[in-house]
């Protein structure tokens, strides 16, 4: 089935798209790794995978002919979920001394699509006077990425402080979930007998694109925005990402699972300031 849908998340009051009043107020202080001083974010849940699917057969008919027929068609993979919209509003004074810990963040994130269900047929057919066998095997599609929500910050505390790698001060992203893989296909068929033959057909399931990353809205208006690293200072550390979109196509053909790939993504906007020595 579909992945749920992302909630709206708000701190602060805003008149539509207007911050009026923050949210939240004081200082915070992380030390540990992995720690962000604040983290906004809603996620739209991932699609559900197909269901596979089996189909076998077998036939024995010693002194005359017979046949058998395989057919299998994988199910159809969910679609991930849309992120919801997040808009938030705070002037709290941020520092953090761990690696990969950043300020702030503000994401909304569409859930990725399913993977489609595989199939597999086979036939076995025996007979003294011939026989056929016929195996036709569909993988499933994949699901459809989720889209990203609008993402809306307004950054007004006085300082947003990291120190340690890989830790900028604001990130503000949508980004849209990847789409699904197309599931495989195995068609195997066995025939013995005096006229013998067999057919096997497998195609793989589409994949699917992803989803669109919605509109980011980023005001930082903090008095200072450092970022240190050995003891050397950087100003800036302002990391602003702007619809992401992914596509993921994914689909084989012929027997026995082959597949091909194709990866294709687009960073529409992009801006970041990281690690600007000071003269």
Known sequence: GKGGEGGTVTVGQFSGSTPTTPGLSGSIQTSG??????????????????????AAAASFAPPTIAGSVGVSLGGKAGDG??????????????????????????QSVGGGGGTGGSSVA???????????????????????GGQGGSVNLK??????????KHSPGVLAQSVGGGGGSGGYSVAAGISGGGMSGS????????????????????????????????????LG??????????FFKSCSSKSSALFAHSLFCHLRHSLWLVHLPLK
């Open 155 to 164: 950054a007004g505390g006085s300082n947003i402080t990291t120190t340690g």
């Open 33 to 54: 790794n992995r720690s962000p001083g604040m983290l906004y974010q809603s996620v739209g849940g991932g699609g559900g995978q197909g269901g596979y699917a089996v």
């Open 199 to 234: 057919v096997s057909v497998g195609l793989g399931g589409s994949g699917e694109e992803g989803g669109a990353g919605g509109t980011v809205t980023s005001d930082c208006k903090s008095g200072r925005m450092v970022c240190r690293r050995d003891g050397k200072t950087a």
């Open 81 to 106: 979920g849309t992120g919801g919209t997040v808009k938030v509003y705070e002037d709290a004074n941020i520092t953090t001394t761990g690696e990969s810990s950043t300020g702030l963040i503000a």
């Open 237 to 246: 550390g302002i990391w602003f990402v702007e619809n992401i979109r992914c």
């Open 122 to 144: 086979a036939t076995l057919t025996i007979a003294g006077g011939g026989s056929v066998g016929v195996n036709v095997g569909i993988g499933g599609e994949g699901g459809k």
